[in-house]
C-alpha cells in the first residue's frame, strides 16, 4: 500500500527554520516525482517545491527561492524541505505528494496521485 507521512511542522518565530520529512512506504520514492505543496486557510493548495525521480531536478515557487532546499535521501527512501528564513506568509498546512510522471505542471497538485495528511507550520512571534 503507498503511503506518505509528512512530519518536521511546528510553531517557528519569523526568520526561524524547520526541515519537514517525507517518509515513504510501498514504493521506492526515487522512482517516482515528489512534490511539496501547501494550504493556507481560504486558501488554495499551491506548489511549493519538486524532485523529479533519478535525476534530482530540483524546481521552486518564486517567494521560496533561495529559502527552501528540496533534497532526497534515497537510502532513507524519505524527501526533505528544508525552510530557512521563514516568513508569517509561510504558514499554512505542508503535503508532499508523489507521482511517477508528470503531464502537466510540477505545482498542479491536479498532477499528483498519492498524498500525505500535512503537517502544519506556522510562523509568528
Known amino acids: 500500500q503507498v503511503q506518505l507521512v509528512e512530519s518536521g511542522g511546528g510553531l517557528v518565530q519569523p526568520g526561524g527554520s524547520l526541515r519537514l520529512s517525507c517518509a515513504a512506504s510501498?514504493?521506492?520514492?526515487?522512482?517516482?516525482?515528489i512534490g511539496w505543496f501547501r494550504q493556507a486557510p481560504g486558501k488554495e493548495r499551491e506548489g511549493v517545491s519538486c524532485?523529479?525521480?533519478?535525476?534530482?531536478?530540483?524546481y521552486y515557487r518564486d517567494s521560496v527561492k533561495g529559502r527552501f532546499t528540496i533534497s532526497r535521501d534515497n537510502a532513507k527512501n524519505r524527501v526533505y524541505l528544508q525552510m530557512n528564513s521563514l516568513k508569517p506568509e509561510d504558514t499554512a498546512v505542508y503535503y508532499c505528494?508523489?507521482?511517477?510522471?508528470?503531464?502537466?505542471?510540477?505545482?498542479?497538485?491536479?498532477?499528483?496521485?498519492?498524498w500525505g495528511q500535512g503537517t502544519q507550520v506556522t510562523v509568528s512571534s
Open positions: 505528494a508523489a507521482d511517477t510522471t508528470l503531464i502537466g505542471s510540477w505545482y498542479s497538485p491536479y498532477e499528483y496521485k498519492y
Open positions: 524532485i523529479s525521480r533519478r535525476d534530482s531536478s530540483t
Open positions: 510501498g514504493f521506492t520514492l526515487d522512482d517516482y516525482v
